[in-house]
């Protein structure tokens, strides 16, 4: 079993920064991967960006709308994963999740086991 635990949300005016945590407990393995998804009023969840657990295979993909803005990282001694969002636009308002789930990286939402509860990201015009 995985726990996640996202932090971090909250109101920013347009071009603005946030980082978000996702701190990680449980069974983690070399062969996992860790994802941030987000969910918009009336939207379906959507995929930002995936990586792997284990360095060594060097996988991580960004959705098209992020690349270039938004980077995912690790912090091992913490057990947290990070998503910092630089230039931020209106159209990043949404709630954001931290996902996980054993085996290589994959986009699709129903390819991930565990789901932290959320946090919200609001940007201001």
């Known amino acids: 079993q995985v726990q996640l635990v996202e932090s971090g949300g909250g109101l920013v005016q347009a071009g603005g920064s946030l980082r978000l945590s996702c701190l990680v407990s449980g069974r983690t393995s070399s062969f996992f991967a860790m994802g941030w998804f987000r969910q918009a009023p009336g939207k379906e969840r959507e995929f930002v960006t995936a990586?792997?657990?284990?360095?060594?295979?060097?996988?991580?993909n960004y959705a098209d709308s992020v690349k270039g803005r938004f980077t995912i990282s690790r912090d091992n001694a913490k057990n947290t994963v990070y998503l910092q969002m630089n230039s931020l636009k209106t159209e990043d308002t949404a709630v954001y999740y931290c996902a996980a789930r054993y085996g290589n990286v994959r986009s699709g939402v129903s390819d991930y086991d565990y789901w932290g509860q959320g946090t919200q990201v609001t940007v201001s015009s």
């Open positions: 990586f792997s657990w284990s360095w060594s295979v060097g996988t991580t």
